[in-house]
């Protein structure tokens, strides 16, 4: 009894100090301006870019417990950028949580996963062609929002949990500068993005679970600033509009709350029961394997390298450089977003032969125009090499960085 509770007192202090503790603001910026050649233009108006960096080592004990230590550079959780796709893991998180809290006899993450519509602009789904057997299931879903951020399959998974649970869930998970008001990539209004639609689940041709269309009428305020952007943005009708770009009440998901979810993902052990995620040892898997899977290994679904080449998704180390072969040690584990002229990636980077670990969460953005949806922004001039170059800093940093005891990540190798 008495082993018992002191173990649950260690991992809640060490729970404790992996979210509380305040990162170093020093390091990062003197790292980074030792190489003028690569960051001076952006670290010279790290503003007007919108950067904002977390940085965290991890070391191992010798029990191979990972212990964390933080860095950042501009961090300000209340300065709102759009979080874009970034918002897709939490999704996928809590989509797999829901599956098993229900617990209804029967109904898994591979259940043919069927969408109807019951309200305006709402669209129905009966069939996938991309999966091998053409039908929909919330498995595959999430394999094509790890792979390729495929908009479709989250707007799938958020109106299977429904926009008053996924901030629920946001909230329960202390991810408190965080929330998910909208679909992508539909137009989503302020009134449809409260209603989502009715789905089933079925086994061959047995229904094993029904959700009627939900309704939120909540609001989710944050204390942001930033939400008004720039000089001008083009309309839903591609009206140009001389006025500043309102994201007032669009999605929000801050640096310290994307690498905290990566965290509590990757690491439960390190946190007490009551706060992990409530996922089995095969949603874990899971991600684990798509988030890190390049799209040319995956078969269903499967991809055209001409449209998704192997590190389109990984735009920390590599940049999404087409003409980059992936080093064959090295593996991200990772959720990238981009619009509105942002990048941001936030990764677990690991190299297995040089027992090589860390956490790394980024965002910049490029809008010379301050035209807002446009399509106008300057992703291959400055952000895809601002991303490539400050995860290929850190890594060489890393590679260098002296450890007491070498992490062992065979739980981090998966079959591809």
């Known amino acids: 009894m008495i082993r018992s509770f002191t173990a649950f007192v260690f991992l809640s202090c060490l729970s404790f100090w992996c979210k509380g503790q305040k990162p170093d603001t020093l390091f990062l910026e003197k790292l980074l301006r030792s190489k003028p050649e690569l960051f001076s233009k952006i670290l010279n108006h790290p503003r007007k870019n919108e950067v ?32 874009a796709s970034t918002v897709k893991l939490p999704t996928v998180i809590f989509a797999l949580e829901k599956i098993n809290e229900l617990n209804v006899r029967g109904l898994t993450a591979r259940s043919t996963m ?25 498995e595959h879903y999430i394999k ?32 408190t500068t965080s929330r998910i008001l909208n679909r992508y990539a539909v137009k989503d209004t302020e009134i449809t993005s409260r209603h989502t639609n009715p789905v089933s689940f079925y086994n061959r041709d047995s229904l094993v679970y029904y959700q009627h269309g939900k309704f939120d009428p909540l609001d989710y305020p944050l204390a942001l600033s930033n939400t008004s952007m720039g000089k001008a943005y083009m309309d839903s009708s591609d009206r140009f509009v001389a006025k500043p770009f309102n994201m007032a009440n669009k999605n929000a998901f801050s640096i310290t709350d994307q690498q905290a979810v990566m965290k509590k993902l990757l690491f439960p052990e390190v946190f007490p029961e009551n706060e992990r995620f409530d996922l ?18 995956s078969k269903y679904p499967q991809y055209d390298p001409k449209d998704f080449w192997n590190v389109y998704a990984k735009f920390l180390f590599y940049g999404a450089d087409k003409k980059t072969t992936p080093n064959p040690t090295i593996r991200i584990f990772n959720k990238y977003g981009d619009s509105y002229g942002f990048i941001i990636d936030n990764a677990y980077i690991v190299d297995f032969e040089n027992n090589v670990e860390f956490m790394l969460t980024a965002v910049v953005q490029s809008n010379e125009d ?25 890594y ?12 062992d990540l065979s739980k981090f190798i998966m079959e591809y």
Do not use: W
């Open 52 to 83: 904002q960096i977390l940085y965290t080592q991890i070391d191992r004990d010798k029990n191979n417990v990972p212990h964390f230590k933080s860095y950042s550079y501009h961090l300000n959780d209340l300065h709102y950028f759009f979080p």
């Open 114 to 138: 069927l969408t109807g519509a019951a309200f305006a602009k709402q669209t129905a789904v009966e069939k996938d062609s991309s999966s091998e057997n053409g039908l929909p299931s919330l």
């Open 144 to 175: 094509k929002i790890l792979l390729v951020s495929d908009n479709d399959a989250y707007n799938r998974l958020y109106e299977f949990i429904g926009r008053a649970e996924i901030n629920q869930k946001l909230k329960k998970h202390n991810l």
């Open 280 to 297: 089995t040892r095969q949603d874990y898997e899971l991600i684990y394997t798509f988030m890190s899977k390049y799209p040319a290994e």
């Open 370 to 394: 301050g035209v807002y949806n446009d399509d106008k922004y300057e992703y291959e001039e400055v952000c895809y090499p601002f991303m490539k170059n400050l995860g290929r800093t850190i």
């Open 396 to 407: 060489e940093f890393e590679l260098k960085r002296k450890k007491e005891y070498l992490p």
